[in-house]
């Protein structure tokens, strides 16, 4: 019972600890090369009520005048605002003003009293096009752009053919396309590879799971065998060697948005969301049931990206059917070419942005 007692007594004294180095969560800090806010810029965290629930919210620019961007996260359930480099010159909001939206049951916008039946595709996208409206009024835009990465391409395409006329373009970073036969494409090159580099751990992990299975991808291989080894050969969230999901963890403990309570809702969420959401992603492929489109499409793919084919977001594009499209591959990128190569994105964004003066 004393050891108990002792054991109980660290986990909180760690929990205050955690809480006293977080501090409260707070707007991104947006400053100039001066180190000087933005006398025009805006940065703020807030929330509204979308879909009957209150959903939360970073917006940031240097100029709020600027055209506004929806940013759709990965996941499902994992925001990518703690990921963004916020430094002059390295940053969308050099542009844009651009809404990171936690999306429903994801980071800020996570809460127990969710109804996990109640989590469905089109659930997601009558959120998304009812924040699109609030951004639509709050900035007196009648069109928005919208990016999406990963998952959020697989939601984005769906809205924008819901949508159209909301949207002056759509950017997708990572784009999803038959999402099964990409986990199946993924598994065949990680075992092959394992073999040929006698990676023996690798090898016994992966033959646990059977990719011709009606569960294939399992929660559990999803978890462990194939974000292990994509990372760690460099084909998954980057396309470095052995890169850790500790590297993402610390950037999202050191987030300056999020408070000690919002960093367990950033993982409490990650997890309900791919539970209630990933197979959803699954069991669709979007070059047979979404390929016409009204709004110009950008797809933007790192070259070693298996998490989401490359090879297969190309076959993808090559079916889009829109008044205008681009495909433009990272050739030192995995999955995450906003990330990887920061200033060869941001200049091909900036570049089409300009089309549309």
């Not at 909180?12 to 400053?31: E, S, V, Y």
């Not at 050099?94 to 049951?105: D, K, L, M």
């Not at 939601?155 to 949207?167: C, D, H, Q, R």
């Not at 073999?195 to 009606?214: F, G, M, Q, S, Y």
Request: aromatic share 14%; proline share 3%.
């Amino acid at each position: 019972m004393s050891i108990l007692i002792a054991v109980l007594i660290l986990i909180l004294a760690a929990f205050l600890i955690l809480i006293a180095l977080k501090g409260k969560g707070k707007p991104i800090t947006l400053l100039d090369h001066d180190g000087k806010p933005y006398e025009n810029g805006i940065s703020t965290r807030e929330g509204v009520i979308i879909g009957g629930k209150k959903q939360y919210f970073f917006i940031a620019g240097e100029n709020k005048n600027n055209p506004v961007l929806l940013f759709l996260h990965g996941g499902p359930g994992s925001p990518e605002v703690a990921m963004h480099q916020f430094m002059p010159g390295e940053r969308l909001e050099e542009r844009f003003t651009v809404c990171y939206w936690e999306q429903r049951g994801a980071g800020l916008s996570y809460g127990a009293r969710l109804e996990a039946d109640k989590m469905t595709l089109e659930l997601m996208v009558s959120d998304t096009i009812e924040l699109t409206e609030h951004l639509m009024e709050r900035f007196n835009q009648k069109q928005i752009y919208i990016m999406g990465h990963s998952w959020g391409t697989f939601l984005g395409t769906k809205v924008i053919s819901a949508k159209p006329e909301y949207y002056k373009a759509y950017f997708g970073i990572g784009q999803v396309s038959d999402q099964l036969e990409s986990e199946r494409a993924a598994y065949g090159f990680l075992l092959q590879h394992a073999t040929e580099i006698k990676d023996e751990k690798a090898v016994r992990d992966l033959k646990k799971t059977d990719p011709n299975k009606d569960d294939f991808p399992t929660d559990e291989y999803l978890r462990a065998a194939r974000t292990n080894y994509m990372n760690k050969y460099g084909v998954g969230i980057k396309h470095i060697e052995n890169y850790k999901m500790a590297e993402l963890i610390k950037a999202v403990f050191l987030f300056e948005g999020y408070s000690a309570l919002d960093f367990m809702k950033y993982g409490l969420g990650s997890k309900f969301s791919t539970d209630k959401m990933f197979h959803i992603v699954t069991r669709e492929n979007l070059m047979r049931t979404t390929n016409q489109f009204e709004v110009p499409i950008y797809i933007f793919h790192g070259v070693y990206d298996l998490q989401v084919s490359y090879s297969l977001a190309l076959q993808y594009f090559e079916l889009m059917k829109a008044p205008e499209k681009a495909f433009y591959s990272f050739e030192h990128s995995a999955h995450s070419p906003n990330f990887e190569e920061t200033k060869l994105f941001l200049e091909i964004v900036f570049s089409l942005l300009d089309r549309y003066k």
